[in-house]
């Protein structure tokens, strides 16, 4: 049986040491190589996320800039037009008060309530309905008699003469042929005080309805032929917009009235007026 020698097996050893350490630096070379990819890679998707995300938050702030509108311009025309449609008014409206005096509050209301209730019963008596009638004022205050300075008062004083009270009662009539009639009797009943007499139309929007499209009409009408000679054609409609107008009817003025009995009733006169609708139409053309 042969035997290794001591130097044969030192040298083996030191081969097998040798192998170990060239096997443990390219562990550490692969290893390190490793982490370098990976570093590259987290750097390279770092840029590209901060890219992504720069380029996205810009994209939005410039979308900002154009809410409610398309970005890119389009080219359009406006046109403008006016309808208009006369009418006769079919309600009056006029406010009636009852203004009185007394030495107390209880005895001027009293008397106010007396006064006004009559009123009431007479209107009512003319074809007038619960729902056309309205309280709109109601004032009780003190009234005063104001003396001159004097020794015993070197301010002079003011004494208590009584209480004043005011009830406005707004009345709509209907029947446009007994507004003098109402005015007169609601005056014999107690109604001492007459505001404005105004006239309107009860059903206003029915009215607007047909002048806003004879407007539309007439629009579309000038936006064709404008389109014809601009050598245009029209796309669609991209915004509208209109105003009215219903002016309000001369209203007459009254103060205080003492009609008598043997006074005829007022002829009123109503006359009639217009109500006016104009539209702005814009178009897309191309």
Do not use: C
Not at 75 to 94: C, F, H, M, N, Q
Not at 250 to 270: F, R, V
């Amino acid at each position: 049986m042969e035997t290794q020698s001591p130097q044969k097996g030192e040298g083996f050893q030191k081969i097998k040491n040798m192998e170990n350490e060239q096997i443990k630096e390219h562990y550490k070379a692969h290893k390190k190589g490793v982490f370098v990819v990976l570093a590259v890679f987290m750097i390279l998707l770092f840029i590209s996320l901060t890219v992504f995300f720069t380029v996205s938050t810009l994209n939005k702030i410039q979308e900002g800039k154009y809410i409610g509108q398309d970005i890119k311009e389009k080219r359009t025309i406006t046109v403008s037009d006016s309808g208009e449609i006369y009418a006769k008014p079919d309600l009056a409206i006029v406010v009636l008060s009852v203004v009185n005096e007394a030495k107390t509050a209880t005895a001027a209301m009293t008397e106010n309530t007396e006064k006004m209730n009559a009123v009431i019963s007479y209107i009512k008596g003319q074809g007038v309905e619960d729902k056309d009638l309205k309280t709109v004022n109601f004032y009780i205050y003190p009234r005063y008699d104001y003396y001159e300075k004097s020794e015993l008062y070197p301010y002079g004083r003011r004494v208590l003469a009584g209480y004043e009270i005011t009830q406005s009662l707004q009345v709509k009539i209907r029947d446009m042929t007994k507004i003098g009639q109402v005015m007169e009797g609601a005056t014999q009943a107690g109604a001492n005080q007459m505001g404005d007499l105004s006239f309107t139309i009860d059903k206003q929007d029915e009215l607007k309805a047909k002048a806003r499209l004879d407007a539309i009409n007439k629009a579309k009408t000038k936006a064709k032929e404008l389109a014809s000679q601009l050598g245009v054609n029209l796309v669609r409609i991209t915004s509208f917009s209109e105003n009215s107008y219903i002016p309000t009817w001369d209203n007459l003025k009254y103060a205080e009235t003492g009609m008598g009995g043997a006074e005829p009733a007022p002829q009123i006169q109503t006359g009639e007026n217009k109500i006016e609708v104009t539209v702005s139409i814009t178009y897309e053309i191309n």
